[in-house]
């Protein structure tokens, strides 16, 4: 596989991955709305009786809090915004993958902390254990783009690290000319 096949895959499993963060930020406003409808939805439907009402529960708990306290809200509005803004942050290794590497050990830290969060808060909060074991779900299905992404990384990497050179140009072929970063950005000399 080339470079540009691997940066292509890597662009492919950072759009999905940035989709999947730009949905659980923009989701994370409408929350009132969106329980009425899943309840609305699960009560046609052949649901397990404990989702329904749990979902149940959460909806009207949202529409007696944004009644009475809708400035509690603003908690989930941040959230959201977190969301959206830790998408951006994924644009500089779509960008320049070997360079921005860190951004995906950064998401791939933040999924592996999904899990300890849940099973610690979940219970402080009343959240009962299935559904925290979806909430873990988040940090398992957000982390296996990553992972393909972080292997090609290191692949580039290695290939930048061992690129020609006069170590490595056979005797009597001239080195090859220096080639442009990945992204096609020059960088700045220091």
Not at 62 to 78: C, V
Not at 92 to 104: A, E, L, T
Request: aromatic fraction near 12%; hydrophobic fraction near 50%; glycine fraction near 8%.
């Amino acid at each position: 596989m080339d470079t540009d096949q691997r940066l292509r895959r890597i662009r492919l499993w950072l759009a999905l991955f940035g989709t999947g963060l730009v949905l659980s930020g923009v989701t994370a406003f409408p929350l009132e709305t969106e329980t009425r409808w899943l309840s609305a939805w699960l009560h046609h439907l052949p649901a397990p009786a404990g989702l329904t009402a749990w979902i149940d529960r959460v909806h009207e708990a949202l529409k007696q809090t944004n009644a009475e306290y809708p400035f509690i809200a603003y908690g989930t509005d941040w959230l959201a915004f977190g969301h959206l803004t830790i998408a951006v942050a994924f644009y500089g290794p779509w960008r320049d993958p070997v360079r921005n590497k860190w951004v995906i050990q950064f998401g791939m830290i933040a999924c592996a902390g999904i899990v300890p969060l849940a099973l610690i808060c979940g219970p402080i909060r009343g959240i009962p254990f299935w559904w925290s074991v979806i909430d873990m779900s988040f940090g398992v299905f957000g982390v296996l783009p990553l992972i393909p992404v972080w292997r090609h990384i290191k692949v580039l990497e290695a290939l930048a690290a061992t690129g020609p050179g006069p170590a490595h140009t056979p005797p009597g072929v001239s080195a090859a000319a220096p080639q442009p970063p990945l992204d096609g950005y020059p960088r700045p000399a220091i």
